[in-house]
């Protein structure tokens, strides 16, 4: 089993995100979540688009409902639209499986 995420320790996950999105010029949202996929916490940068926030926030609980990051769950998906189509049927959340998560 794994440790438990504090608040602390996600927003410290958030600043370095946010610090690095400036690095590279890169206006977006970031979310945390646990390993059921509940946010912990969840930042949307200046500028950012309001869809934003939401896009982060399914692609954080998609890696974590299903052990992979977001663009290799994409990949699998994009080969595979029958399989996608029962992720979305069975998990109780919206999936967006982009990269970035």
């Given at each position: 089993?794994?440790?438990?995420?504090?608040?602390?320790?996600?927003?410290?996950?958030?600043?370095?995100?946010?610090?690095?999105?400036?690095?590279?010029?890169?206006i977006?949202?970031?979310?945390?979540?646990?390993?059921?996929?509940?946010?912990?916490?969840?930042?949307?940068?200046?500028?950012?688009?309001?869809?934003?926030?939401?896009?982060?926030?399914?692609?954080?609980?998609?890696?974590?409902?299903?052990?992979?990051?977001?663009?290799?769950?994409?990949t699998?998906?994009?080969?595979?639209?029958?399989?996608?189509?029962?992720?979305?049927?069975?998990?109780?959340?919206?999936?967006?499986?982009?990269?970035?998560?």
């Amino acid at each position: 089993m794994s440790a438990t995420l504090t608040l602390h320790e996600a927003r410290e996950i958030l600043r370095r995100a946010v610090e690095k999105a400036k690095e590279v010029a890169w206006i977006s949202a970031y979310a945390v979540v646990d390993e059921g996929g509940n946010v912990i916490a969840i930042s949307r940068m200046d500028d950012a688009p309001a869809a934003a926030a939401a896009l982060a926030r399914s692609k954080a609980y998609l890696a974590a409902v299903t052990g992979r990051n977001s663009a290799s769950f994409s990949t699998r998906m994009d080969a595979h639209p029958v399989r996608f189509d029962g992720y979305q049927s069975i998990l109780p959340r919206p999936l967006f499986p982009g990269p970035g998560a």
